[in-house]
C-alpha cells in the first residue's frame, strides 16, 4: 500500500511561487509513475503533471505549461510540483498520485493511489 502526504500548499497572491511537495511510502519509489492533480470548486479533477520512474520523462496540461515543473528526488521518496507565475483558475485542491504498474502515467484512472490533498488558493 502506498501512503501519499501532500504538503506547501497556501494563500499566495497572483504573480507568486509556490512549491508543493509529496512524500511517499509504502513501495520502491523509484518504481512509481508519480502525478500531480487538481480539483477547483465545480469542476472535475483534472491532470497537472506527470513524471515518469527516473524523472526523464514528463508531461503537462496546456493550461500550466512554462508556469509549472514537476521533478522527483527519488533518493528521498518525493515529487514536487514547483508553480510559478500562479493565476487566479490556478485556485484548487491539488492532490498527488502514485502508480506501480506504469513507468509513466497519463490520466485519472491509471493511478492507483492518491494522497489527500492539499489547497491552493491565489488571489488576484
Known amino acids: 500500500q502506498v501512503q501519499l502526504v501532500e504538503s506547501g500548499g497556501g494563500l499566495v497572491q497572483a504573480g507568486d511561487s509556490l512549491r508543493l511537495s509529496c512524500a511517499a511510502s509504502g513501495h520502491t519509489f523509484s518504481k512509481l509513475a508519480m502525478g500531480w492533480f487538481r480539483q477547483a470548486p465545480g469542476k472535475e479533477r483534472e491532470s497537472v503533471a506527470g513524471i515518469s520512474w527516473t524523472g526523464i520523462t514528463t508531461h503537462y496540461a496546456d493550461s500550466v505549461k512554462g508556469r509549472f515543473t514537476i521533478s522527483r528526488d527519488n533518493a528521498k521518496n518525493a515529487v514536487y510540483l514547483q508553480m510559478n507565475s500562479l493565476k487566479a483558475e490556478d485556485t484548487a485542491v491539488y492532490y498527488c498520485?502514485?502508480?506501480?504498474?506504469?513507468?509513466?502515467?497519463?490520466?485519472?484512472?491509471?493511478?492507483?493511489?492518491w494522497g489527500q490533498g492539499t489547497q491552493v488558493t491565489v488571489s488576484s
Open positions: 498520485a502514485a502508480d506501480p504498474r506504469r513507468s509513466i502515467a497519463h490520466v485519472e484512472y491509471e493511478y492507483a493511489y
